[in-house]
């Protein structure tokens, strides 16, 4: 039996502690990450970045496995199918699928009619078909004989020469495709430096150059998701158009012409004729103009959403014919809360002046239409600001009055307002973090959460040898990813140069010593877990 000294297990202990703290507090400042969510000075813990900078043997398939930034940019920017298929046909798979899956989540959420999903899958071939004409850089022939616009011409990017004594700058034309090839032909360089150029020179040759070439890599990324982003939200908003009036809980049509929102307006302020002022009454004169557009509003809520989301009937009937009756006592002139007159009838008067004014204007327009002199354009002119300002605040009370209407029933949230659905399902929740979906989401959990289970059971002595090989395990992984090879990339974050033998190398080898030996029984948790289970045994 081979002893040991008192001097050498206290040695022991500590080392193990040591590791412990180590691997317990990285791993419970990662969590802390999720905790505190994305703020202007956090970001949650990712290992996005660091498998896309690693160039260990097993890093290609990792990055394969949970999918890196430049491997899901890549999928959205290349074309499928050939040049003379129809732009549909040659939509991106990745992005195609990402959009496909928001419209059946967006049905899901707003159950639309036939009507409304034909029309979704209109707008969806149309917006498939806009984006390859845009990634292609080839503006849509412009209809009846018209010429193209300004805004359909390239815009122009800066490009910068850096020469020995000066430095160029000048502008080219800002071509999709060309941005894409750059970047390709940039990652592309990136992977030749790596696979090629280092080992035949056996060391790392682009050393300087490879923390250039990642960033300028990332920039171009960063724009061109941002431009592919850009038109998924096109793309969504006119998804939203098709629920906005609903969403809205009142609508006056096109705007185009200010006559006709007056006329819709002055419908939604005509109050049906009746002299009883009893409550149920004055809810019945409510106009029908509003009145139809709230019961839809009322009826979309209640029937679509979350269960969390949806109005309860038996209170929601109830809050309807409230704000109903708040209405008609506004444009009674009466108090919202009493329901009795009140001596001041603003309403009442505005309401005479807002059709004194459009009978003004709508007499000035038909003159200056049948007789288009200077007086009768300046009529026209005099009568257009005052009908404009009390229709404003006309507009103003309607909003107000439906917003009401939307609080008291309970309303969507404001993502729900804008008609936007969420494209994927609620995360469930573990121990206040969102449970993973994704590989990569997967692989920053048990990271995480594995370095503060294992570092805690170092520090407690608790399973102690199982807590090493854990801990072990990571470490490999580490190195299969990240090693310390000569004609490999340095490690942004590294302290110092290695080769072969970095300080994950020394900490691993400290690792394989602990689980060889019972330190958890000389000092922690295990030592009374081996007392009652072996103590049990040897009494018996």
């Not at 001041?344 to 204007?361: E, M, P, Q, S």
């Not at 404001?414 to 573990?430: H, L, M, N, Q, R």
């Amino acid at each position: 039996m081979v002893r040991i000294s008192f001097f050498t297990c206290l040695f022991l202990i500590a080392l193990r502690l040591v590791i412990g703290w180590h691997f317990f507090f990285e791993g419970m400042y990662k969590v802390r990450t999720h905790n505190i969510g994305e703020t202007e000075t956090n970001k949650p813990f990712t290992s996005a970045g660091y498998f896309g900078s690693v160039q260990g043997p097993l890093a290609k398939k990792v990055r394969e496995y949970v999918g890196t930034d430049d491997s899901v940019a890549l999928a959205k920017l290349t074309l499928s199918g050939g040049p003379d298929d129809k732009p549909t046909v040659r939509m991106p798979v990745a992005l195609a699928k990402e959009w496909d899956d928001y419209l059946k989540q967006f049905d899901k959420e707003y159950k639309l009619d036939d009507a409304g999903k034909q029309l979704a899958n209109v707008k969806l071939d149309q917006a498939k078909q806009e984006f390859v004409l845009w990634i292609t850089d080839e503006i849509p022939a412009q209809k009846d004989g018209k010429e193209k616009k300004k805004s359909d011409e390239p815009k122009k990017i800066s490009k910068k020469v850096v020469t020995v004594n000066s430095t160029v700058e000048y502008e080219i034309d800002d071509k999709r495709m060309q941005r894409i090839q750059d970047y390709k032909s940039q990652l592309q360089s990136i992977v030749e430096a790596i696979e090629q150029k280092n080992p035949d020179f056996g060391k790392d040759v682009e050393k300087t150059r490879m923390p250039v070439m990642m960033a300028e890599a990332a920039t171009m990324r960063k724009a061109l998701m941002k431009d592919v982003d850009e038109q998924t939200d096109k793309f969504k908003q006119s998804l939203a158009k098709l629920v906005t009036d609903k969403l809205a809980g009142y609508s006056f049509g096109s705007p185009e012409d200010q006559l006709y929102v007056d006329g819709r307006v002055i419908a939604m302020l005509n109050l049906k004729p009746g002299t009883d002022n009893t409550d149920d009454a004055l809810v019945q004169r409510m106009p029908d103009a509003l009145a139809q557009q709230w019961e839809e509003y009322y009826a979309f809520e209640r029937e679509t959403g979350t269960d969390a989301q949806r109005v309860d009937p038996k209170n929601g009937d109830k809050a309807l014919s409230d704000a109903k009756l708040r209405y008609v006592r506004y444009l009674t002139d009466r108090d919202q809360f009493t329901g009795q007159p009140k001596a001041d009838k603003d309403v009442g008067d505005r309401l005479a002046a807002y059709r004194t004014a459009i009978a003004k204007l709508h007499e000035a327009r038909d003159n200056f239409k049948n007789s288009p002199t200077p007086l009768n354009f300046l009529l026209v002119a005099q009568n257009t600001p005052e009908t404009a300002r009390l229709r404003k605040t006309f507009l103003e009370d309607i909003g107000g009055q439906t917003e009401y209407l939307k609080k008291v029933l309970g309303g969507f949230k404001d993502d729900g307002y804008k008609g936007i659905a969420d494209t994927e399902k609620p995360k469930s929740k573990f121990l206040g973090h969102a449970w993973p979906t994704t590989r990569l989401e997967w692989m920053d959990w048990s990271v995480r959460w594995g370095l503060l289970v294992c570092g805690g059971c170092l520090l407690a002595g608790l399973f102690t040898r199982l807590a090493a090989v854990g801990c072990i395990s990571f470490l490999i992984m580490e190195f299969l990813l990240n090693p310390s090879l000569p004609w490999l990339p340095s490690s942004p974050k590294s302290e110092g140069n290695y080769t072969f033998i970095s300080k994950n190398a020394v900490e691993l080898m400290a690792l394989f010593v602990l689980m060889t030996i019972p330190t958890g029984r000389w000092f922690g948790i295990d030592s009374i877990l081996a007392w009652l289970f072996q103590g049990k045994k040897k009494s018996q």
